[in-house]
């Protein structure tokens, strides 16, 4: 969606380097989501974020809400080929009720 | 851990056919989300339901409907299928409206 900017749209990294991605809003953000989608698959859920200043992880993944600059960020640590798929921001900016509009998508390759 | 149940996984129409997309919730999740995904697009919000009654609708064309039905499946119709409509549809349950959104695999539709 427009009002969902997400950065970078594509990043490679080499194996068991750090990353992280970026979605930034344009409206008010009442919850953050992320999630991994491998092509033409089904969007996993990895965590969601609603209060400012929220940090979430899950195994070596981290996510952060800065709720000032209506941002989230994708923090993942020492990666792994098994990392690479599309990442995607969801906000839930309440113009649909509570569906989400999502951002562009990042997209992550991990080379050996 | 039970997950969203989407059927039929594939389906192939002609212009002008009608299809009928199914889903199953998690397990005592009330809100049901419907998203249409485009080749190398972010999903984008058609319908949704909390409780069995329409909750809010996105971008979704007249020539669709839906419902959710007492054992809270859905199920999306779909009628003078056009081949913009060849796309991965998607739903989401979540335990209740706000809260997190899990996806199911997706279905495939394909129009010829």
């Known amino acids: 969606s427009q009002e969902l900017e997400q950065s970078p749209q594509s990043l490679i990294v080499q194996e068991g380097k750090n990353l992280t991605i970026n979605c930034t809003s344009s409206?008010?953000?009442?919850?953050l989501y992320w999630y991994k989608q491998k092509y033409g698959e089904g969007l996993i859920f990895l965590m969601m974020l609603q209060k400012g200043g929220e940090e979430k992880s899950h195994e070596k993944i981290t996510a952060k809400l800065d709720e000032k600059k209506q941002q989230s960020s994708l923090h993942i640590t020492a990666s792994q080929p098994s990392h690479a798929g599309i990442y995607l921001c969801?906000?839930?900016?309440?113009?649909?009720?509570?569906?989400?509009?999502f951002g562009k998508g990042t997209s992550l390759l991990v080379t050996p | 851990a039970a997950g969203v149940i989407q059927s039929p996984r594939h389906l192939i129409k002609e212009k002008r056919e009608t299809a009928t997309l199914k889903c199953y919730p998690i397990?005592?999740?009330?809100?049901v989300y419907w998203y249409q995904q485009g080749p190398g697009q972010d999903p984008q919000f058609l319908i949704s339901f909390y409780e069995k009654m329409q909750s809010d609708k996105g971008s979704i064309p007249d020539r669709f409907s839906a419902q959710q039905f007492s054992d809270y499946h859905s199920e999306l119709n779909m009628s003078s299928l056009e081949l913009g409509d060849s796309a991965l549809y998607f739903c989401a349950s979540s335990p209740r409206q706000g809260y997190e959104q899990y996806f199911g695999p997706g279905t495939r539709l394909t129009v010829t």
């Open positions: 969801g906000a839930d900016i309440r113009d649909s009720g509570y569906a989400l509009n």
């Open positions: 397990p005592r999740h009330d809100t």
């Open positions: 409206k008010t953000l009442y919850g």
